[in-house]
Nanobody, 123 residues
Framework: QVQLVESGGGLVQAGGSLRLSCAASGSIFSISVMAWYRQAPGKQRELVADISRGGRITYTESVKGRFTISRDNAKNTVYLQMNSLKPEDTSVYYC?????????????????WGQGTQVTVSS
């Protein structure tokens, strides 16, 4: 089984920074895409940023220029550096991994979610 452990959330003033980390552990052969989503109260979960194994990155428009996603393939870990935070960034942030292969002998892939970490930005 694969587990995702997130860390780095918290309370910060507007204009501040936080860095989220998410480490995937378990019987993992490879991970295709690592991503961060967020969900504010009363709103749908939205993609914040994702990064492929080869380094292709996408960001939602509202975080471009402020957030940076990166990954360490050797550690199966994804990071989200969040700068110039705004009150509207307040959400629960979820890590997700997609296209996970559990062995070299099987092409079957899986997806997993983290438990979420709260990010609160005060004005």
């Amino acid at each position: 089984q694969v587990q995702l452990v997130e860390s780095g959330g918290g309370l910060v003033q507007a204009g501040g920074s936080l860095r989220l980390s998410c480490a995937a552990s378990g019987s993992i052969f490879s991970i295709s895409v690592m991503a961060w989503y967020r969900q504010a109260p009363g709103k749908q979960r939205e993609l914040v940023a994702d990064i492929s194994r080869g380094g292709r990155i996408t960001y939602t428009e509202s975080v471009k220029g402020r957030f940076t996603i990166s990954r360490d393939n050797a550690k199966n870990t994804v990071y989200l550096q969040m700068n110039s935070l705004k009150p509207e960034d307040t959400s629960v942030y979820y890590c997700a991994v997609q296209g996970v292969r559990l062995s070299s002998t099987s092409a079957r892939t899986y997806s997993y979610w983290g438990q979420g970490t709260q990010v609160t930005v005060s004005s």
